[in-house]
């Protein structure tokens, strides 16, 4: 069925026709005096873009977020399996109305798969919902509606201001009540049968010319033939507008904060993570905050101006200390990348902040979704599985170098008389595949991040202690010096051993891997306690098994004798020297400091590993 058929059931008589005669001057005289009034009133409905739609919003209901299309139409099937938190309204879900409590899914509506005369209209259900107990707070709504006839924007009127309505002083119920009862008498049954609401005379005239009042605009579009041309989000805040004037009194809103949701994620099935914007101060508008989501804030990030924020831990017993968000929000904060001490997310374990200097550069939903990561820590197969990813990752460049090494004739390929030099040879085309392939993962997988991969200016000083165990694991043989280089020992050599292969084999498991690995995983950091991060193990494995493949192996890239001494040392001193250089990049936030390091220990290391091979 489509939208134009949505309203079966409704003649052109109930739809355009419920003007009463005279109403004009009486309504043009109610607007004036709800004008006047509507200067007291706070401005509580917008249109905002929520993940890349317009949606209307209440800022006293930031949870709710409200769908009108006019194209909208979903089967019955559709409808039932709908994520959890899901409203239809008067004619979106095409079959009887229906209460999932279990899904937390409902229909409210009286036109498919039940009697129109005996059914409710929609906002009368939408009312008794909440008189019955709906609890519309402590996660995300969406609540989805085709056309903003009044019945309609009634409903929604009901569910946005559900938290004031549970306040018996803080709305003219009575008032409320009797327009629901007659506005839903007259779109199920007809402006004929008004009289079945049972209202007084006058009680009745005066709630005639409120709906005159509140569906003028209605009536003048589609008078015009403009009603299908209208932007229907802009016209339902207007009515909602117009509700609030004929509901509300300027004293009901001393309590009124102004708070504007920005974004907000379900850490769980029992806490929220929420981005908010207000001109008051958290303290202020706290109490409030528990209001509006019925206590289930873990945290809230507090939005002061341009880039600052203010982080509140909401829940005292929350496992996660703000310490960890704070990581996680200064490893991903293009405008911090662990520059300093000072500009940076910080605070206390109940309240912080964004950095003082710059401000952040993240926006409202990179914040809480970082926030739920921390919160949300990885299970071990989730870990696992990207450890595979990056293992299979790491093989696929090895092979590939190995490869191409195996191939290696650069005198051929450029038609270059052959010189015999080093540069010539297999393991110099294995390392400079090796580091070619590398800097092409670095540039795909860093791009726009780069300081989450090393790539960036050393700081800090606390790494400086653990470069005398980087090289003294790096001379038992934790790195790799192939025989080839240091007895060829010409300009290719050099340059092979000293820059080449610490720059592929850095970049490679300290630089790339190490950074994906980063991305669900805290690390050290200059001014952090001392640690073994995740990402430095898991980069040490990889490290450990490809120093293993390349030493022992019939590669031929270096002729150590296989043996448990052998075994033993390298093993040892490839896993001690693997962690302790991912453990200088992490304290310096750099690559650069491991790869002199790695050049240095390469030196040494030449010297051991042959002489043993001369004793041997």
């Given at each position: 069925m489509g939208a134009s058929n949505l309203k079966a059931g409704k003649t052109p008589g109930q739809q355009q026709g419920r003007t009463t005669v005279g109403a004009g001057g009486r309504t043009a005289g109610l607007e004036r005096q709800r004008l006047?009034?509507?200067?007291?009133?706070?401005?509580?409905?917008?249109?905002?873009?929520?993940?890349?739609?317009?949606v209307l919003v209440c800022l006293e209901a930031p949870n709710l977020n409200v769908h009108i299309d006019p194209e909208l139409s979903l089967s019955a099937s559709v409808a039932r399996k709908s994520p959890p938190g899901t409203i239809f309204l008067d004619g979106v879900a095409q079959c009887e109305p229906f209460m999932d409590h279990e899904r937390k899914v409902y229909n409210l509506d009286h036109h498919e798969g039940c009697v129109r005369a005996f059914t409710m209209a929609t906002c009368e259900q939408a009312l008794i919902m909440h008189l019955k107990g709906l609890d519309l707070r402590g996660q995300q709504w969406h609540i989805f509606a085709n056309e903003p006839d009044l019945d309609t924007i009634l409903a929604i009127w009901i569910l946005l201001n559900h938290l004031r309505l549970?306040?018996?002083?803080?709305?003219?119920?009575?008032?409320?009540?009797?327009?629901?009862?007659?506005?839903?008498?007259?779109?199920?049954?007809?402006?004929?049968?008004?009289e079945l609401a049972a209202l007084p005379p006058e009680l009745l005239r005066r709630l005639q010319r409120l709906i005159d009042f509140l569906r003028a605009d209605e009536i003048s579009l589609k008078k015009e033939g403009l009603w299908e041309d209208t932007d229907?989000?802009?016209?339902?805040?207007?009515?909602?507008?117009?509700?609030?004037?004929?509901?509300?009194?300027?004293?009901?809103?001393?309590?009124?904060?102004?708070?504007?949701?920005?974004?907000?994620?379900?850490?769980?099935?029992?806490?929220?993570?929420?981005a908010v914007k207000s001109d008051q101060g958290i303290y202020e508008i706290e109490?409030?905050?528990?209001?509006?989501?019925?206590?289930?804030?873990?945290?809230?990030?507090?939005?002061?101006?341009?880039?600052?924020?203010?982080?509140?831990?909401?829940?005292?017993?929350?496992?996660?200390?703000?310490?960890?968000?704070?990581?996680?929000?200064?490893?991903?904060?293009?405008?911090?990348?662990?520059?300093?001490?000072?500009?940076?997310?910080?605070?206390?374990?109940?309240?912080?902040?964004?950095?003082?200097?710059?401000?952040?550069?993240l926006n409202a939903q990179?914040?809480?979704?970082?926030?739920?990561?921390?919160?949300?820590?990885?299970?071990?197969?989730?870990?696992?599985?990207?450890?595979?990813?990056?293992?299979?990752?790491?093989?696929?460049?090895?092979?590939?170098?190995?490869?191409?090494?195996?191939?290696?004739?650069?005198?051929?390929?450029?038609?270059?008389?052959?010189?015999?030099?080093?540069?010539?040879?297999?393991?110099?085309g294995f390392g400079t595949t090796l580091l070619l392939l590398c800097g092409l993962g670095l540039i795909v997988a860093a791009r726009g991040r780069t300081w989450q991969f090393g790539l960036a200016v050393p700081c800090g000083s606390s790494g400086i202690w653990l470069l005398p165990l980087a090289l003294a694991a790096g001379a038992a043989g934790g790195v790799w010096a192939p025989a080839d280089a240091f007895e060829t020992l010409d300009g290719g050599g050099v340059v092979l051993l000293a820059a080449i292969m610490p720059l592929a084999l850095e970049g490679l498991f300290r630089g790339l891997i190490h950074g994906l690995l980063a991305q669900s995983a805290r690390i050290q950091r200059d001014d952090s306690p001392w640690f073994i991060s995740w990402p430095a193990l898991g980069s040490s494995i990889l490290y450990t098994g490809m120093l293993a493949a390349l030493t022992f192996t019939s590669l031929g890239y270096f002729r150590l004798?296989?043996?448990?001494?052998?075994?033993?040392?390298?093993?040892?001193?490839?896993?001690?020297?693997?962690?302790?250089?991912?453990?200088v990049r992490e304290r310096f936030q750099s690559l650069l400091p491991a790869v002199l390091v790695h050049a240095a220990a390469v030196a040494a290391g030449l010297g051991v590993n042959l002489f043993l091979a001369a004793i041997g």
């Open positions: 006047r009034q509507a200067a007291h009133l706070p401005e509580r409905y917008a249109v905002r873009q929520v993940d890349g739609e317009q549970e306040e018996r002083d803080g709305i003219q119920r009575r008032v409320l009540f009797a327009l629901v009862r007659l506005e839903g008498v007259i779109d199920a049954l007809g402006l004929e049968m008004k229907m989000l802009q016209y339902t805040v207007k009515v909602l507008h117009r509700l609030d004037q004929v509901l509300y009194k300027a004293s009901h809103f001393t309590d009124y904060k102004g708070i504007e949701e920005l974004a907000c994620v379900q850490i769980n099935q029992q806490r929220l993570a929420v109490p409030y905050l528990n209001k509006l989501y019925g206590g289930r804030l873990a945290v809230v990030f507090l939005k002061k101006g341009p880039g600052a924020y203010t982080v509140r831990k909401m829940d005292l017993f929350m496992p996660v200390e703000l310490e960890a968000v704070y990581d996680k929000l200064n490893f991903i904060d293009p405008a911090v990348r662990c520059r300093t001490r000072t500009n940076k997310w910080g605070g206390s374990g109940e309240i912080g902040g964004s950095p003082r200097e710059s401000g952040t550069r990179q914040i809480v979704e970082a926030c739920k990561q921390v919160m949300n820590r990885p299970t071990v197969l989730a870990m696992t599985y990207r450890f595979l990813l990056v293992t299979a990752l790491a093989a696929a460049m090895a092979v590939s170098a190995y490869e191409i090494g195996l191939t290696w004739n650069p005198a051929r390929w450029f038609s270059i008389e052959a010189t015999g030099r080093f540069w010539q040879m297999p393991v110099f004798p296989l043996n448990s001494f052998n075994l033993a040392r390298v093993v040892t001193g490839s896993v001690v020297f693997a962690i302790v250089t991912a453990m």
